[in-house]
Every structure is written in C-alpha cells, then in structure tokens.
C-alpha cells in the first residue's frame, strides 16, 4: 500500500469522498487520488517521494510556478505584522489601488474569498441596480457553486442530469436562463422572449471550466449590444482569465467594456481571494453605501492580500505574458500531429481534446476548425482521456483529474517541461491507441 492509499482511506472516513473540492477524488479518472505533500517551482512532490511535472498548477492561481520567492517573502512579511486584524488596513487598499489603476473598467472594487462569493455577490449588485430577477448564462460555463449557477455548469457536473446539483431552491432553476455558446440566434431569441427581465448576463469570456472553449469576438460583441438594448448588465466572469491572458484579462481582447467583473485565482497568489467590482454607480449600491448586503469576516485577510500583490507585481510588465505565450506556442508545436489529439489554446492555458478515434478527431476538425461550444466535441472525448491518464502520471505527469478540465502553464515551465509533456503524450497516445 501506497502512503497516498493509507491516507486516502483515512480520509475516507473525514469528509466526503476524502476530499474538499470533488474533483481532486480522481472519481472520473478512476484509482486513488494522489496525495501530493508539496510542490517548487513547475514541480510536485507526493507523499510516497515521487516527482511529477504539474500542469494543472492547483487549477489556475499559480501563474508563477509552486513557491515563487516574491509571493514567498510578502507572504512572511505580512505574517510577521500578524494575520488578521478584522480591521481598516493599508493592504487591502494598495492591492485594490494597483487593480483599480490599471483595469479602467474596474472603477470600484470589493474583495472576498472565492470566486463563488464574487459571482454571487455581483449578481446580487445586477439585480437590484436592474429591479429585475432573470439571470442568463451560457452552455458549459461555471460560475462557482452559488445554487443560481449550478446549471449546464461543466466539468465537475459533466455528467450530472439538469439542474447539476441536488438541493437547489425551486427559484434558482426557474430565475436562470441558458443560452448555448456561439450561438448568435439563440442568443437573440432568449433576448426576445425574457429580455426585459433579464438582470444581468454572466459569462467566461474566455470559458476554460468545460474544456477550452474560444468564443469569437463578434459573439461577445453581440452580446454585449443585446445586453445594453435590453437594459441587462453584462457581468465577465474572468476567475480564470483574469491575469492570466493578460495583466486585464479578456475583456480588452473581446473589445468589450463588462459593466461587473469577477476575479479570484491568480488575483491571490495562490490563497484564498475573489473579487468583484466595476463601474462606480453599480458598486456604490454595495453596504455601507447601499442597500445591497455583503460582507466577510476573514474578507480581505492582509496574507492573502499581499501575496496577490506580489504576484500582480510580478505580472504587470507583460514579460510573463510574453514568455508564457512562447510556451503555449511551443506545446501546440510539439503536439502537432498527434493522431486523435485536438489541442485547444489560448494564451497559457490548453485542453487536450482527445476523441474516440483520429477518424472522429479528423471528422470534427473539418466541421469546427475551433471547438467553441460543448455541442462541438468529438465522440467519445472523455474516455480517451482516462485512458492516458495513469499511464501519464507513471511517466510523472501530472494534469487535472478530469477530461474536462483546462491545463496550465507558468512562468515557472521551462522549454524542456513542455518538450517532456508533449513528448509523454506522444508516447502514451501512441501506446494506447
Ligand atoms: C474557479 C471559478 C469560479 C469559482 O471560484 P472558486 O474560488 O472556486 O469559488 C468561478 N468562475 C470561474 C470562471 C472559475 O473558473
């Protein structure tokens, strides 16, 4: 036995499937979920002693690699003035100066714990500066796990039956709408039917949580406009996206102005912060100043504050970005060809689309030069992936424990780590074709 299996069986018995977010219990990739005692760099090392090369960088936030030494060292300084102060404190304030400053979009701020409060408190702000109860969101994007977002929410709930969770209040299945993604028609026909009711449009512009799907610029241009005809307010989920395909996230990519956006991942190197703000009039609505409660005892917390600043810091002069894209760049290279493969990519995050068969890969390539919504993939994706999984892991790769889950390249992946991941799955590919 394994340490990983004694821990595991531990675990068991301490929460819910061992675990604390559902998609680490391996339950889609099958065997036991790897206990992982700590990582450097591009690196994580497992409770049993062995290496792997991470890709999927704790889903996200760790942009610059497993123990960065800037975020390491704000992170100590901080300690040593104490933790918590529940409090006015300066940190707060520098971190939401340097994000106000720089995303003019952002006018105002609010910072909270996760990405799940940023989405649910945003969209309280959208319906009572709106008066109206409707929210809309798209095929396969995820938005936490607020109940009102808990429909065609992708990966973790994949194969979950509509509505995607149990337990759900009646009102929160019947007050939100689904648009399928890249669908401009679709998408006029909701506004037609339910356009005066509609609060606010949620949307990754960049939806990265049901494998990678690239929306055209056109779409969410549309989007927009349909938004502001209807007088619905346009909220850009960028927990993903947000420093991450850029120090501004996806909003200046789209050519679109989001009137609420939502942050979390990267914005707190690593521990644990969202945020969610935009223009002045919309976040004045927010307690103190408004009607709109929201609050946080541990909201804030001047650890997490200043490692997210570090890692903005470190961010902001767009050198990562440009390295990081070499990356991506290079990966896409070195896969091409893969029989079977259809490597979605934009910027330094990547899905490894595997379909049943290279005649079913070739056959949705010559539909969809670009996979951009669920009804897009290719027969039998999901079960190609378990299929490689373990024996990637063998060869000491580590990816998200889900076929639809997004990989993630850091600063801290060297040309040679992306060789040795497109060499592995080269390898395997073949091995178990
Ligand atoms: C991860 C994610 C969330 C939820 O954030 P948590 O911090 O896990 O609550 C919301 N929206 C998007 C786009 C995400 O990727």
């Known amino acids: 036995m394994t340490r990983s299996e004694e821990l595991y069986a531990r675990a068991l018995r301490v929460a819910p499937g061992g675990v604390h977010s559902p998609v680490r219990a391996f339950r889609s990739v099958g065997g036991t979920p790897i206990f992982m005692s700590g990582g450097h760099g591009a690196r994580l090392r497992d409770v049993d002693g062995r290496e792997f090369l991470d890709f999927c960088m704790a889903f996200g936030p760790m942009i610059l690699g497993h123990g960065n030494e800037a975020v390491r060292t704000a992170v100590i300084e901080a300690l040593d003035r104490g933790w918590s102060l529940g409090t006015a404190e300066p940190y707060s304030l520098e971190l939401g100066e340097y994000i106000t400053s720089r995303i003019p979009w952002v006018e105002s701020l609010r910072f909270v714990n996760s990405g799940t409060e940023a989405v649910m408190s945003a969209l309280r702000v959208a319906r009572a500066a709106t008066g109206r109860s409707k929210l809309l969101k798209f095929e396969g994007c995820y938005h936490g796990h607020a109940d009102a977002m808990l429909l065609r929410a992708g990966s973790g709930l994949a194969d979950a039956p509509l509505p995607d969770s149990a337990g759900l209040g009646a009102l929160a299945a019947s007050e939100t709408l689904v648009a399928p993604l890249d669908d401009a028609a679709a998408l006029e026909k909701v506004f037609e039917a339910h356009g005066a009711q509609i609060a606010c449009v949620i949307i990754e512009p960049m939806p990265a949580n049901y494998g990678l799907l690239p929306q055209r610029n056109e779409f969410l241009q549309h989007l927009a406009r349909l938004t502001q005809r209807h007088g619905a307010l346009l909220l850009f989920d960028e927990v993903i996206s947000g420093f991450r395909v850029g120090f501004q996230g996806y909003a200046p990519i789209a050519g679109v102005t989001p009137d609420l956006v939502t942050y979390g991942k990267i914005i707190g190197g690593g521990f644990p912060v969202g ?77 490894l689309c595997l379909a049943g068969s290279a005649e079913a890969a070739r056959r949705t390539r010559a539909e969809h030069a670009i996979l951009r919504s669920p009804a897009h993939y290719p027969e039998g994706c999901a079960k190609r992936y378990v299929a490689i999984y373990h024996p990637l892991l063998a060869r000491g790769i580590y990816l998200a424990p889900s076929a639809f889950e997004v990989g993630f390249i850091s600063a801290a992946h060297t040309s040679a780590d992306i060789s040795a991941l497109a060499t592995a799955i080269r390898a395997t590919c073949a091995a178990t074709a």
């Open 275 to 351: 945020a969610y703000g935009g223009r002045r009039d919309l976040m004045q609505l927010v307690a103190p100043v408004g009607p709109v409660y929201q609050a946080g005892t541990l909201s804030a917390n001047p650890v997490a504050m200043c490692a997210g600043l570090a890692m903005l810091r470190a961010l902001d002069d767009g050198s990562v970005y440009a390295q990081l894209e070499a990356r991506g760049a290079q990966l896409e290279r070195e896969l091409e060809g893969v029989p079977g493969l259809i490597l979605q990519r934009q910027a330094s995050v990547f899905w």
